[in-house]
Structures are given as structure tokens and as C-alpha cells.
């Protein structure tokens, strides 16, 4: 069965840093694409970071490009999204997942919260 499973969030102060690993199973891994999405309250669920099947190539949303870097270990199943200089906006739960109109789109984690306040 698909499941993804996501840690690492907490909170941080802003300019601080986090970094989010996300552990998928039932698929196999290495041949998809991957993609990292947030949720902040009363928003639509976004997109934020995609990295391809071997990691030679990444994309980023433009409200955190040059802050987050998407990162994945095919060995062991897992993609990873490190947040530096964070922001109050960043304030989110953050999930992992493949892109839509792939049958793993219908599986989804419990997310990591991510909250950046002082």
C-alpha cells in the first residue's frame, strides 16, 4: 500500500531553519518524481518544490526560491526539503507526494507542521 510519512517540522523563529524528510512506500521510488506541498490555514493545499527521479533536476515555487532546497535518497525511500531563512508565511503543514493524475496522489500522509513565529 502507498503511504508517505512526513517529519522534521516544529517550531522555529523567523530566519531559522528546518529540515523536513519524508519516508514513501508501496511504489517504486526511484522512478517518480517527487514533490513536496504545503497547506497553510484557510489556503489551498500548493505546491512547493519538485525534484525529479534521480534529483538532477529541481523546481521551485518563486516564494521560496533561494531559501529551500528539495533534496531525495532513492536508497532509502526518501525526499527531504531543507528550509533555511524562513518566514512567517511559510507557516504551514508540509507534505510529500508524487504529482497529480498518478494513482499515489490519492495517498497522502499525516504532514509535519511547520510553524515560524517569534
Known amino acids: 500500500q502507498v503511504r508517505f510519512v512526513e517529519s522534521g517540522g516544529g517550531l522555529v523563529q523567523p530566519g531559522g531553519s528546518l529540515r523536513l524528510s519524508c519516508t514513501a512506500s508501496g511504489f517504486i521510488f526511484r522512478s517518480f518524481a517527487m514533490n513536496w506541498y504545503r497547506q497553510a490555514p484557510g489556503k489551498e493545499r500548493e505546491l512547493v518544490a519538485t525534484?525529479?527521479?534521480?534529483?538532477?533536476?529541481?523546481n521551485y515555487a518563486d516564494s521560496v526560491k533561494g531559501r529551500f532546497t528539495i533534496s531525495r535518497d532513492n536508497a532509502v525511500n526518501k525526499v527531504y526539503l531543507q528550509m533555511n531563512s524562513l518566514k512567517p508565511e511559510d507557516t504551514a503543514v508540509y507534505y510529500c507526494?508524487?504529482?497529480?493524475?498518478?494513482?499515489?496522489?490519492?495517498?497522502w500522509g499525516q504532514g509535519t507542521r511547520v510553524t515560524v513565529s517569534s
Open positions: 525534484i525529479s527521479d534521480y534529483g538532477r533536476t529541481t
Open positions: 507526494n508524487v504529482r497529480p493524475g498518478l494513482s499515489m496522489y490519492d495517498y
